[in-house]
């Protein structure tokens, strides 16, 4: 039954990142604006929002599996709908100053959900720690998009 837990947990980030994806992706013009240094090639971010996606699963997996606080489930759930309406924000709206200021409310929301998740177990949030560092890259991304192609 255990195995039953982590698969819903995985497939819901997993199949809500693919919908995301591909409701952005005819408006994806990544390749198209002048960018930071440090910006990757636009093929890896599905290749790490992937590995992220199921990280997260992984966690909350975790969590779930051991009577998951009802607090944590509403941060996990608020970050992971903050998470997704980013790329629609970014991409489909073309709003990359509102897009920037909504990703800083998705850091904080990881930072909290992070904690949250090390109180109940140790694993599930450090599992977690490179999504942060994903997400502050990602801040760091679109500042610099939104100066360089006003």
Same mark, same amino acid.
Request: glycine content about 4%; aromatic content about 14%; some cysteine.
């Given at each position: 039954?255990?195995?039953?837990?982590?698969?819903?947990?995985?497939?819901?980030?997993?199949?809500?990142?693919?919908?995301?994806?591909?409701?952005?992706?005819?408006?994806?013009?990544?390749?198209?604006?002048?960018?930071?240094? =440090?910006?990757?090639?636009?093929?890896?971010?599905? +290749?790490?929002?992937? *590995? /992220?996606? !199921? @990280? #997260?699963?992984?966690?909350?997996?975790?969590?779930?599996?051991?009577?998951?606080?009802?607090?944590?489930?509403?941060?996990?759930?608020?970050?992971?709908?903050?998470?997704?309406?980013?790329?629609?924000?970014?991409?489909?709206?073309? =709003?990359?100053?509102?897009?920037?200021?909504?990703? +800083?409310?998705?850091? *904080? /929301?990881? !930072? @909290? #959900?992070?904690?949250?998740?090390?109180?109940?177990?140790?694993?599930?949030?450090?599992?977690?720690?490179?999504?942060?560092?994903?997400?502050?890259?990602?801040?760091?991304?679109?500042?610099?998009?939104?100066?360089?192609?006003?």
């Amino acid at each position: 039954m255990k195995y039953k837990i982590y698969l819903k947990s995985i497939l819901v980030p997993l199949i809500l990142g693919t919908l995301v994806g591909l409701i952005t992706a005819k408006s994806m013009d990544y390749n198209t604006l002048i960018k930071p240094i =440090l910006s990757p090639p636009g093929i890896i971010f599905p +290749i790490v929002w992937s *590995i /992220l996606y !199921i @990280l #997260m699963g992984i966690s909350y997996g975790i969590l779930k599996e051991n009577n998951l606080d009802s607090n944590c489930q509403k941060i996990y759930y608020t970050q992971l709908i903050v998470n997704l309406l980013w790329s629609i924000i970014f991409f489909s709206l073309k =709003l990359r100053f509102m897009a920037f200021l909504w990703i +800083i409310l998705l850091d *904080i /929301l990881v !930072i @909290l #959900m992070i904690r949250c998740f090390i109180k109940n177990n140790k694993v599930s949030g450090y599992l977690q720690i490179l999504y942060l560092v994903w997400v502050l890259f990602a801040t760091y991304l679109n500042l610099a998009i939104f100066i360089l192609n006003r």
